[in-house]
């Protein structure tokens, strides 16, 4: 938990942006916004103005009843839309390209691998040797990159306030690129429903100084838990962040769970899990049956993952 | 022995057992619904037989008059609407209390929206359309009856099977909670091993095939069908719409039963398909599963742009402006559909090229959708508009339907759609296209077509009041969601912890009430003009100064729809005819007219389809294996049987013919001011207005 006393701004959605994507996206919105409006508002004003003008019982204007085409109307009812949607394409495409969540938003982004499980998500540090649930800190101003898988079925990542969502499947990784630029807390969450915990499945994310960022490591660090394929097993079971706490011991703690990284390899030994053997109702996590003990990971493969890169 | 013949129904799997071992709001909800079903089962079976209606029930089950069997359709969906507002009702009922928790457990709410887009999309949407195009487009093209009017009825019966699954999960079992697109692996037999995917995934693939089959005969009607002189540019709007739809069911309900029966392997059988290990991919499913579900949003849309283009016209008293730039419109829509189905996951992981080009093709959409938007706009210039129920609906369309296009285009940008997918942005995004577009089409439908088929009107005054009920309910309801959504509120979420959000759900709260209202005030309209029929017949059969065939034949329409099958020279053939005075000339010469009998082919069929679905659903595997066979055995004998014909005699057909005809040219008939009067007796005079 990051300290109370360093008052952070709150952001609730990208309607008050913290990160340069949805910053971005804001704009986006509102630029989109106002060229459709160029073929709605038409429609809004001349509904009102044709029925009254030619309203049977007082109208105004001249009756035609076969009146049935007029050429420069019909350049105007297919030119505008075509002119306004050849706006929002052009501008539709750039924007896709700049913002691809797969594109590296600076140099050598801090990398940060996710997993997300029922009901819960995994944020490991591997350069810090760290591992918070729940929990995702970064630096403002520094490039940030996501890589995230489940154990259990598809989820999606959102994190509104910084940059938006994308799925997270088991057996694979995507990629999620961001950059804060401001400093704040928000609330990440699951937005894909995933069973009975999903509207609990929500995180906190601080964007902070480089020397809060360094002294939240430094606190999870010294902590005693260590996320290790034991530990794991526990947290894959389905139940919230702080039902998890109780199999772990530490149901007195307050604050998210932070460990340290006992073993640098559970991410990818979590998407080996699928390359394996066949998955029984006892050894998938988000199965009512499943049982951290008959459900041992396997080692880390050397196998290329399937990923989503291209 | 036992789990031999019940497979895995036990007595704990009937709801009404639980709500009495465990009684809970959530249970007591769930009972009383299920309950419904025996209590009004008995009803019904008490009224049959009290008013000696069983024999006309067999009548109408065993019918292939293309009318009936819209009639049957468009009643079954009226009950499956009941079922889904008021699941509408009570989630939003739920979210309106929902800080921190609402009344309803996270499971319950779960069932719920499953059920609710389940129901709403493939028993209320879909039979509602198939209804309004089986009643309309044989008389709007000048043909007797569809072209296999038995396969009509057996997609009638697939569907209604598909209905009876769902409709049976409520009192035994459960449904599946994954959502009413059902994305594996969370459908898969590891994570949800119950019941209900299965109910789900069998619910929606023998409803499928109906659907498939109906777009088979559709086609091959409006092709083959069409009276003398009905080029395909001189067919009403509406038949255009019902061809385009007709065209998208064949292409697009395959991979809905494909990815249907795929879940269904990895289920049943162990597959991996969509597993999670041994290669399977649950993208694929997500692929296949919207390659249908975006031509279905077309699927709905386009007949009910087919009834807008007929209201904006007849109620205006004037020619469809650029009918030619509608038909291109509608075939531009058709074919764009399939080319936009990746705009579903947009947040899926794939590049930024692809989905640009996902993008860009669905902003190409609203390109004929706008144009469409225009020409009704431009119909109604230069007309005489009279402001009936149809024309509240129109306008409401307008002003509605274009705020979703709007959304619509907003969605379609996939940095947008990285924030607002899954939200309730999006849910209020495509309620606001199906409501305003599809429902408030099919609801006008029903108000225009209604007195062809059953001879008398609908209360005018109260449908005016249902439509404006449904629009301010609509509202109230959805407009809300935008906000929610924008303000990053998830969909399917049973509770939030945001007290931002509790004035924006309760306001939502309101309107399903509103919305709960709308829907008694069709039945309450239908009710008191069933009550006022006399003073509402229209025995001539123009109630509204109609301008296509279907108004050229006296109503209630007979079995045979034409005494003799009209000529046509240009569009708006009736229109034209009235205006030279041609209309009820005498006709020298009629013949006798063969009519296809009644069958129980279709029948049996939705017997044997209920009994396979409900047997794999619950492993009774003799009961499945039975069914199937029961189902081939049946349309093979069928296939043998010569099918019989009902001939009516010339001099019948001429005595009914000729007195319409003879009493519509004696006829005063009335001008547009008496429309709404006990004077209109569907016998239009002209209009002399200026």
């Known amino acids: 938990m990051i300290d109370p006393t360093t008052n952070l701004a709150i952001a609730e959605s990208f309607l008050q942006p913290m990160g340069s994507v949805a910053a971005d996206q804001l704009r986006h919105l509102k630029i989109v916004t106002l060229l459709t409006l160029i073929a709605v508002v038409p429609v809004m004003v001349s509904m009102p103005w044709i029925l009254w003008r030619y309203r049977r019982s007082k109208p105004s204007g001249e009756y035609r009843p076969k009146w049935e085409s007029n050429w420069t109307l019909e350049c105007l009812m297919w030119g505008v839309p075509i002119v306004v949607v050849a706006l929002i394409g052009v501008n539709l495409t750039i924007m896709t390209f700049r913002l691809d969540p797969y594109k590296e938003l600076g140099k050598d982004p801090l990398q940060v691998q996710v997993i997300g499980l029922d009901w819960k998500w995994i944020f490991i540090y591997p350069d810090e040797g760290v591992a918070l649930v729940d929990e995702l800190v970064v630096p403002e101003g520094r490039a940030v990159e996501l890589t995230l898988t489940t154990d259990t079925v598809m989820q999606s990542l959102q994190i509104s306030a910084i940059v938006g969502q994308i799925y997270a499947m088991p057996a694979m990784t995507t990629k999620l690129n961001f950059l804060a630029v401001k400093q704040g807390e928000s609330e990440g969450m699951n937005s894909q429903f995933t069973g009975n915990g999903f509207w609990k499945q929500k995180f906190q994310v601080y964007s902070v100084s480089k020397e809060g960022y360094a002294a939240r490591m430094n606190k999870a660090k010294s902590s005693d838990l260590a996320l290790t394929a034991d530990t794991y097993a526990i947290l894959a079971m389905q139940g919230t962040s702080e039902e998890a706490k109780k199999p772990l011991a530490i149901e007195n703690r307050q604050g998210p769970i932070e460990m340290v990284l006992g073993d640098p390899k559970i991410f990818q030994r979590v998407l080996a899990r699928y390359m394996v053997d066949e998955m029984t109702p006892e050894s998938q996590p988000g199965s009512p049956f499943y049982d951290p003990k008959k459900s041992p990971l396997p080692p880390a493969s050397d196998k290329p993952m399937m990923g989503m890169e291209m | ?690």
């Open chain 2, 1 to 690: 022995m036992l789990d031999a013949i019940f497979g895995r129904l036990t007595w704990d799997s009937i709801i009404l057992v639980q709500a009495v071992e465990e009684p809970n709001i959530n249970t007591l909800i769930t009972a009383s619904a299920a309950a419904m079903m025996p209590v009004g089962g008995v009803m019904i079976v008490a009224l049959l037989t009290w008013m000696k209606w069983w024999k006309p029930l067999f009548e109408w089950l065993t019918s292939v008059d293309h009318k009936k069997i819209g009639t049957m359709y468009i009643i079954f969906a009226v009950i499956m609407l009941f079922r889904g507002v008021v699941e509408g009702m009570l989630m939003r009922a739920n979210q309106a209390v929902g800080l921190n928790g609402g009344f309803l457990s996270s499971d319950h709410f779960n069932q719920l929206f499953t059920t609710h887009g389940t129901n709403m999309i493939f028993f209320v949407a879909m039979p509602f359309l198939f209804g309004l195009i089986n009643i309309v487009v044989p008389l709007q093209i000048g043909a007797r009856d569809v072209a296999f009017p038995r396969l009509n009825q057996i997609s009638l019966g697939l569907t209604a099977a598909g209905g009876f699954l769902f409709m049976i999960s409520l009192m035994v079992g459960e449904f599946s909670t994954g959502g009413w697109t059902g994305y594996p692996s969370f459908t898969g037999r590891l994570v949800n091993p119950g019941v209900g995917p299965d109910y789900y995934i069998l619910a929606i693939a023998i409803s499928g095939i109906g659907s498939t089959l109906t777009g088979v005969n559709f086609s091959v009607t409006i092709y083959k069908l069409r009276t003398a002189g009905m080029s395909f540019m001189r067919m009403p709007l509406f038949t255009w719409t019902a061809l385009c739809t007709s065209i998208l069911l064949i292409f697009a309900m395959p991979p809905l039963t494909a990815c249907c029966a795929m879940l269904g392997l990895d289920r049943f059988l162990g597959f991996h398909f969509f597993t999670n290990d041994m290669g399977g991919n649950l993208m694929n499913f997500i692929n296949l599963f919207w390659m249908f579900g975006h031509p279905e949003v077309y699927i709905l849309v386009l007949p009910a742009f087919g009834v807008m283009s007929e209201i904006a016209s007849t109620y205006s008293g004037k020619r469809l402006y650029g009918y030619t730039s509608i038909v291109a419109a509608t075939m531009c829509i058709a074919v764009l559909s399939f080319t936009v189905w990746l705009h579903h996951f947009f947040t899926m992981g794939q590049s930024a090229t692809v989905n640009a080009a996902f993008g860009v093709a669905t902003m190409l959409i609203a390109i004929p959708t706008g144009v469409k938007i225009y020409d009704w706009l431009a119909t109604l210039w230069g007309g005489r508009i009279r402001f009936t129920a149809p024309m509240i609906y129109l306008c409401g369309f307008f002003v509605l339907f274009t705020i979703g296009g709007l959304s619509g285009v907003i969605l379609a940008s996939p940095t947008l759609d990285y924030q607002l997918h899954n939200s309730q942005f999006l849910v209020a995004h495509f309620h606001n296209v199906i409501i305003p577009g599809v429902l408030f089409g099919i609801l006008a439908g029903i108000h225009i077509w209604f007195p062809k088929i059953y001879g008398f009107r609908l209360m005018e005054g109260l449908s005016r009041i249902t439509a404006f009920l449904w629009a301010i309910g609509f509202i109230l309801a959805f407009m809300p969601l935008y906000q929610t959504g924008l303000m990053g509120m998830t969909r399917r979420t049973v509770a939030y912890e945001d007290p931002a959000l509790v004035p924006w759900m309760i306001v939502s709260g309101v309107g399903s009430l509103i919305l709960g209202l709308a829907f008694l005030s069709i039945l309450v309209t239908i009710l008191v003009s069933v009550l006022n029929r006399k003073k509402l017949m229209v025995p001539f059969g123009d109630p509204w100064d109609g301008r296509t065939l279907e108004w050229w034949t006296p109503a209630p329409t007979p079995e045979w729809n034409f005494a003799v099958l009209p000529k046509v020279e240009c569009r708006d053939a009736f229109a034209d005819a009235k205006e030279k005075g041609t209309a009820y000339q005498p006709i020298e010469k009629y013949d006798d007219i063969e009519m296809p009998s009644n069958t129980y082919y279709g029948f049996i069929i939705m017997i044997m389809a209920s009994g396979l679905g409900f047997g794999l659903v619950w492993h009774m595997w003799w009961l499945a294996i039975l069914s199937l066979l029961g189902a081939i055995t049946t349309a093979i004998t069928y296939a043998f049987l010569p099918q019989k014909h009902n001939v009516i005699p010339a001099a019948e057909v001429r005595e009914i013919d000729e007195a319409w005809r003879r009493a519509a040219r004696e006829g005063r008939g009335i001008t547009r001011d008496d429309e709404g009067n006990q004077a209109n007796q569907g016998l239009a005079c002209p209009d002399n207005i200026k």
